[in-house]
């Protein structure tokens, strides 16, 4: 089966939705699509045509560190410099906890 970005997208929003991703982090986590139209133009100009896919979740701290997940890749910025990861590359994906839902 071939995972196109549609199939990609779907999947990783249903997954979001599913473990309440954008409500649980609050407002550092939202979906692409709901993000202001500048952000998005910001963002945009740090995809790769073709290699990137389609932007679906964006992270981001207040010390210009951000980290949005596509459907193709993982694209981040530590404040200073743009780092991609493409997923055929990842091995290993590990969950943690954060401290505030840690009992």
Sequence with gaps: M????????????????????????????????????????????????????IPVLFFTKSSNQWTLLCTKQVIGCSGENIFRINFQNIAKIEAFQTNRNMK
């Design 2 to 53: 071939k995972k196109t970005d549609e199939y990609m997208l779907n999947r990783i929003m249903w997954k979001a939705d599913k473990h309440e991703i954008c409500t649980m982090l609050d407002d550092h986590t939202s979906f692409f699509n709901d993000l202001s139209e500048p952000i998005k133009l910001y963002l945009k100009s740090n995809l790769i045509a073709g290699l990137s896919g």
